[in-house]
């Protein structure tokens, strides 16, 4: 195995000490001449140095990585919020280890425990549940925290929060204003806090408008996501799809609970012959960035996921860096991205 680079080999290179070759390439606001500082870069460059970065953690007690725990990378939403926290991360000088928690609470519990163990100086993390006792037992030990997506329940820290209450409603009401009344919802468990916000919004623009729907028209997922089920969301759409075509009577338009679902009962649809959006609507919610690659290009309701990858990050160095002290709880509205796969019910076909 070929020798580390140490600081003494670009010392010796760069002829000069070691506490000065350890100044460089810490940033230390120690004074060194432009000239000596660009020889030493250059000379641990060209040497290959990768810093010990746990030695330099046990020195100055301060680790330069931060901890993020979402439900699952192969899920583009959360993709895209990762890729918003790296960005700003790296900006500012942190290192992201990024776990995924493939929807188990007792999976979530170990990588908070190990996260912590490990010294991350911040958490951002995204919750399968309302649980707070863990998180809030690790706050109270000095770990800076910031939640999103999923809203836990009296945390006493930091949290970036969506509307979905709001969203499930305007997604059903922009049906609702295309004629539609036989409206079905399609949904993984309700076990976390955000399906069922959406859930109630849908529940909450039948009642507005006064439609009843059928029960055999809500279809819910009967169990949550395991780990080998990479394609967990898009399986779903598939199966409950094939069980809501069963009914006797069928609805005009589909809401489902998140993009991947709906790609799911697309492809399902298409298989069975039926043509979206002439015989059925469909309409999801995320808005990631392949809901416009579909055919037809799915209409959605908007999270800004990138953006908040961003805010979350820069909300939680802010508090690390002591530029942020106080508790910040932040709502994000939701607004309906209108595409190709809904469409005003034609009145014949209203009175079939």
């Known amino acids: 195995m070929k020798k580390q680079t140490t600081i003494y080999d670009i010392a010796r290179k760069a002829k000069t000490s070691t506490?000065?070759?350890?100044?460089?390439?810490?940033?230390?606001?120690?004074?060194?001449?432009?000239?000596l500082k660009e020889r030493i870069k250059e000379v641990a460059k060209e040497l290959n140095y990768i810093p010990n970065m746990i030695g330099r953690q046990l020195k100055t007690n301060n680790s330069m990585t931060i901890g993020v725990i979402i439900p699952s990378i192969t899920n583009p939403f959360y993709s895209s919020i990762v890729l918003g926290i790296e960005d700003i991360a790296r900006s500012r000088g942190y290192h992201v280890l990024l776990c995924n928690s493939h929807r188990s609470s007792e999976l979530e519990e170990e990588y908070l425990k190990t996260l912590f163990e490990k010294q991350v100086r911040g958490l951002i993390v995204s919750s399968i549940s309302s649980n707070k006792e863990l998180v809030e037992a690790l706050v109270q030990k000095g770990l800076n925290v910031?939640?999103?997506?999923?809203t836990i329940e009296g945390l006493e820290s930091s949290q970036i929060q969506f509307d979905f209450r709001k969203g499930g409603f305007l997604a059903t009401e922009h049906l609702i204003e295309k004629g539609h009344r036989k409206i079905a919802f399609i949904s993984s468990p309700l076990t976390r806090p955000s399906r069922l916000s959406i859930y109630e919004g849908y529940q909450q623009a039948l009642e507005k408008y006064e439609i009843e729907v059928e029960r055999e028209w809500i279809q819910i997922a009967s169990r949550e996501?395991?780990?080998?089920?990479?394609?967990?969301?898009?399986?779903?759409?598939?199966?409950?799809?094939?069980?809501?075509?069963?009914?006797s009577d069928l609805p005009t338009a589909i809401f489902v609970c998140n993009d991947m679902t709906a790609f799911g009962v697309m492809n399902e649809l298409a298989n069975q012959g039926i043509k979206v959006p002439q015989q059925m609507s469909v309409i999801g919610?995320?808005?990631?960035?392949?809901?416009?690659?579909?055919?037809p290009p799915l209409t959605t309701i908007q999270q800004p996921d990138y953006e908040m990858g961003r805010m979350a990050c820069n909300l939680l160095l802010d508090q690390l860096d002591g530029e942020?002290?106080?508790q910040v709880d932040i709502i994000l509205q939701p607004k309906v991205v209108e595409r190709q796969s809904t469409k005003v019910l034609d009145k014949v076909f209203l009175f079939k």
Do not use: H, W
Not at 19 to 35: F, K
Not at 146 to 150: L, R, S, T
Not at 229 to 243: S, V
């Open 146 to 150: 910031v939640a999103f997506d999923q």
């Open 324 to 326: 942020e002290t106080k």
């Open 19 to 35: 506490a000065t070759v350890s100044r460089v390439l810490s940033n230390s606001n120690y004074p060194v001449s432009n000239e």
């Open 225 to 247: 996501e395991e780990i080998s089920e990479r394609n967990y969301e898009f399986k779903n759409g598939i199966d409950l799809t094939k069980k809501l075509l069963q009914c």
């Open 285 to 295: 919610f995320d808005n990631i960035e392949f809901s416009q690659m579909m055919t």
